[in-house]
Nanobody, 114 residues
Framework: QVQLVESGGGLVQPGGSLRLSCAASGFTFSSSAMSWYRQAPGKERELVAL????????NYANSVKGRFTISRDNAKNTVYLQMNSLKPEDTAVYYCNARFGQYWGQGTQVTVSS
């Protein structure tokens, strides 16, 4: 069956960095667009970053441009989100997503606080 397993979340101070990973299985990862979403308490889930399947083109929410980088390793069926210069407003549960909403991971908590 399809599985998306996120890891790498945690507590970090403002200005710090975290790297999220999402290990995928059960579908053809290399031909699937992958993305990261986040949901903060009391807010709707929002798209953070997207990477396409073949060309590897990326797209980012304005709020994270220049700070976050999405990448993928098709040999490892894994997508990453490198998050730098973290801010308290980045605090949220981060979800891995495949094929434009078809599959979802369980989420990993990111908390940015001093």
């Amino acid at each position: 069956q399809v599985q998306l397993v996120e890891s790498g979340g945690g507590l970090v101070q403002p200005g710090g960095s975290l790297r999220l990973s999402c290990a995928a299985s059960g579908f053809t990862f290399s031909s699937s667009a992958m993305s990261w979403y986040r949901q903060a308490p009391g807010k709707e889930r929002e798209l953070v970053a997207l990477i396409t399947a073949i060309s590897g083109m990326t797209n980012y929410a304005n709020s994270v441009k220049g700070r976050f980088t999405i990448s993928r390793d098709n040999a490892k069926n894994t997508v990453y989100l490198q998050m730098n210069s973290l801010k308290p407003e980045d605090t949220a549960v981060y979800y891995c997503n495949a094929r434009f909403g078809q599959y979802w991971g369980q989420g990993t908590q990111v908390t940015v606080s001093s």
